[in-house]
């Protein structure tokens, strides 16, 4: 198994390797305008090719007729990918010698092909700026960090995900608490809030749910002042006490003080017990509002937002998707100014009217149309507080081996949570096999 394994990461590479060879040296004639057409005022006509995961709720598709008027020389091509296989088609099309010219990315989640430069340096481009505005001053530091290396940016944020503390309000106020901002009083509010609701003995409303997977974790880690990897992402360092102390807490939760479910990936997803009733808090992402509405419309009025639970400083977990240009490109500035226009303020509006993510471009998130009272949130303006927790988050490494360490991690995790070892000898183990890993490549 392990070297099966080997060699899949092995074949892996090498089609990663062509795929910057491909990238550098290839005509994509996908992305050529071969017939040299001009439109009526004498600007060559230029065709991108555009690829999108969103899938049925794709802000990106109803914008394009908007983009082609302002931009009469400029086609877009649009092109639904299915998120199942996406990684894999666009390794295979690269090797084939076609890429489009614009696509979704994730820098966090699929960090290899950014570190293998597929993607074009917005920079020349950019000129530090979308829209006449600097990118700090637009963007969260974090989610401009998970695009860069070497000082080079390989991609614009389109929407964010950052962690934040879901909680029944009803719940806390009938004890008269408030939400938790330390652990501390996570224990205190997690004791009076897990009950035997039906007096059988055990308990059936607990104040948590703990999953044995990193990003659950990071909000612990980095609250307690934890990182994954050191600073040049060459060595773990998820083994420090700070980090040991944040997976001891955490397992805590399930073991120690009894007040969270451990939520198994056998179980599905845990948002099934937010829906019932069975949990009452959770951090995570601004997509589960979506998901509480959705499953269960009864509770409106019953959940609120707070800031990520931290220890000795805050920390949440950041992801996103961004839009990236490739190398291969040979219309680069037109595409460009595609990912310039999906940046402007009523386009970001628009992402979020039309899938429910939260807008990157962050001025988007206080625009009146987006930041307004929720009553399912308990009149809340929920996305500002996530707008808070990413402007202060931190993304995972953007290191190629990131699937694998992420795996390891997950492992880690639930040997912790399930008490088949200490955090310290789980963490120890994980970070000799992650060293290796990074040592070898």
């Given at each position: ?5 080997k ?22 004639t996908?992305n050529?305008?071969s017939d ?7 600007d060559?006509?230029v065709?991108?090719t555009v ?12 914008l394009i007729?908007a983009f082609?008027?302002?931009?009469p020389?400029i086609?877009?091509d ?6 199942d296989n996406?990684?894999e088609k ?15 990315t ?11 430069g ?5 920079n020349p481009?950019?000129n530090g700026e979308v829209?006449?505005e ?8 974090g989610m401009?960090e ?6 080079k940016?390989?991609a614009?944020?389109?929407?964010f995900?950052a ?10 106020e ?6 938790p ?7 205190e509010v997690?004791q009076?809030i897990?009950k ?8 059936d ?5 703990v999953?044995?997977?990193?990003p659950?974790?990071?909000?612990f880690?980095?609250?307690?002042g934890?990182?994954?990897l ?9 083994n420090?006490p700070e ?7 955490y397992?805590?939760?399930?073991n120690?003080y009894e ?7 056998d179980?599905g997803?845990?948002v ?12 995570d992402?601004?997509y589960?509002m979506g998901?509480l ?5 009864e509770l409106?009025?019953k ?8 220890n000795?400083e805050?920390?949440?977990?950041i ?5 990236s240009?490739?190398e291969?490109?040979e219309?680069k ?6 990912v310039e ?22 001025p988007a998130?206080?625009?009146d149309?987006?930041a307004v ?8 303006k929920?996305?500002?507080?996530f ?8 993304p995972?490494?953007?290191v190629?081996e990131w699937g694998e360490?992420?795996?390891i991690l997950?492992?880690a995790?639930e ?17 000799e096999?992650v ?6 490549n």
């Amino acid at each position: 198994m392990k070297q099966a394994k080997k060699m899949f990461l092995l074949m892996f590479t090498l089609v990663l390797v062509s795929i910057v060879i491909v990238g550098c040296g290839s005509n994509n004639t996908n992305n050529s305008n071969s017939d040299g057409n001009k439109d009526k005022s004498g600007d060559e006509q230029v065709t991108i090719t555009v690829w999108d995961f969103y899938g049925s709720t794709t802000p990106i598709e109803p914008l394009i007729p908007a983009f082609e008027e302002e931009f009469p020389n400029i086609k877009v091509d649009f092109q639904s990918q299915p998120w199942d296989n996406y990684w894999e088609k666009l390794a295979a099309g690269a090797t084939g010698g076609t890429l489009p010219d614009v696509a979704t990315t994730g820098p966090m989640f699929a960090p290899q092909y950014t570190t293998y430069g597929i993607y074009t340096d917005v920079n020349p481009l950019s000129n530090g700026e979308v829209n006449g505005e600097k990118l700090q001053d637009v963007f969260s530091e974090g989610m401009l960090e998970a695009a860069t290396i070497d000082d080079k940016l390989y991609a614009i944020p389109y929407d964010f995900d950052a962690y934040a503390l879901f909680y029944r309000a009803d719940l806390l106020e009938e004890e008269g608490l408030k939400p938790p901002t330390n652990w501390d009083e996570f224990i205190e509010v997690g004791q009076k809030i897990t009950k035997d609701t039906d007096g059988d003995g055990k308990f059936d409303q607990y104040a948590f749910a703990v999953t044995a997977d990193w990003p659950r974790w990071e909000p612990f880690l980095y609250g307690n002042g934890g990182s994954i990897l050191n600073e040049d992402n060459t060595e773990a360092v998820f083994n420090s006490p700070e980090a040991v102390e944040s997976l001891q807490f955490y397992a805590d939760l399930v073991n120690k003080y009894e007040i969270a479910e451990y939520w198994s990936a056998d179980a599905g997803n845990y948002v099934q017990g937010l829906q019932d009733g069975s949990i009452a808090m959770i951090m995570d992402g601004p997509y589960v509002m979506g998901l509480l509405k959705e499953g269960a419309p009864e509770l409106e009025g019953k959940w609120g937002v707070a800031s990520p639970v931290g220890n000795k400083e805050f920390g949440t977990h950041i992801g996103g998707t961004y839009l990236s240009i490739f190398e291969s490109s040979e219309n680069k500035e037109e595409a460009w100014k595609f990912v310039e226009f999906l940046s402007r303020e009523e386009n970001q509006v628009a992402l979020y009217h039309t899938s429910g993510a939260a807008p990157a471009y962050l001025p988007a998130v206080e625009h009146d149309e987006v930041a307004v009272e929720d009553p399912y949130f308990s009149n809340q303006k929920p996305l500002t507080v996530f707008k808070d927790a990413v402007d202060s988050g931190k993304p995972n490494p953007i290191v190629a081996e990131w699937g694998e360490i992420a795996e390891i991690l997950n492992l880690a995790i639930e040997r912790a949570i399930i008490q088949d070892a200490t955090p310290q000898e789980a963490l120890d183990e994980a970070a000799e096999q992650v060293n290796e890993i990074l040592a070898n490549n």
